[in-house]
């Protein structure tokens, strides 16, 4: 099926509705899931202000792969604990929400041209599942993931974001999750922990760089230098960041939350594309 019979069958799919947000969270660490704190109180507000999505395509930090872009197509996908040594009520959580298998289907067909492919083998991670239960606690919208092709360059993303606008006008909510800032080897698990420095210089950067609409600077590795790496000593938590802003187009209007440093070194900045 070529792309244009794709977009096709998306748009028989699905009615057409107005043009859906875009959503990047800053996820933090896998406690955020289940204690009440500013970022979980900002989730859940934000799940009601939304319009209320047809399904859930999610870009989490979590899901990596090489060579290849895979879109989640089961019917029911497992709840993954891709953590370790956290208490057990984090292990109990489940997030029971149904997938969009024809739906997702038809999205691995989209991203043909960036090597899309169909897999049934992974599920909700928690990049995913963590927000979610506060947005849709209900878990009644359909929801599935796409990977990152952690082979390509940062502006790779930017592509897929793109290629994937399209399903905005088809009900479908875009959610990227990860971190604009993401270095653990940096964390203060201290109370009262005072962000790095080169932490709060990349998030002053990326949200400066957001609001102007600059995509190109926040894909330049070389522009962004060592500063980068201090960020992201491997940027899977970035990747995210970028299909949103690649999703989003000229007619959005871009609104700034939660835009703390958490454990000094994780920025749990997140935003939000309104369509005008």
Known sequence: MNTVRTLDALRDRLSPSDRMPLVFLGHGTPMNAIEDNDYSRAWSELGRSLPRPAAILVVSAHWMSRGTTLVEVSAMPRTIHDF??????????????????????EVATLLASHHGEEDDSWGLDHGAWTVLGFMYPQADVPVFQVSID??????????????????????????????????????????????????????????DRLEHRDFAALADRE??????????????????????????????DLAFMTDTI?????????FVFHAR
Not at 90 to 101: I, K, M, N, S
Not at 176 to 188: K, P
């Open 84 to 105: 370790h040594g956290f208490p057990e009520a984090l292990y109990a959580r489940q997030y029971p929400a149904h997938g969009a298998p024809g739906l997702a289907r």
């Open 150 to 207: 952690m082979s390509r360059g940062l502006d790779f993303q930017l592509e897929i974001g793109r290629t994937l606008s399209e399903l905005r006008d088809r009900g479908v909510l875009i959610l990227g999750s990860g971190n604009v800032v993401h270095n653990l080897r940096a964390v203060n698990w201290g109370a009262d922990s005072k962000p790095h420095d080169f932490a709060l210089e990349f998030d002053r950067r990326f949200a």
């Open 223 to 252: 522009g962004l230098g060592s500063l980068l790496h201090m960020a992201h000593p491997t940027v899977d938590h970035y990747l995210p960041a970028l299909t949103i802003a690649g999703a989003s187009d000229k007619g959005d």
């Open 262 to 270: 958490d454990l000094a070194a994780v920025s749990m900045r997140s």
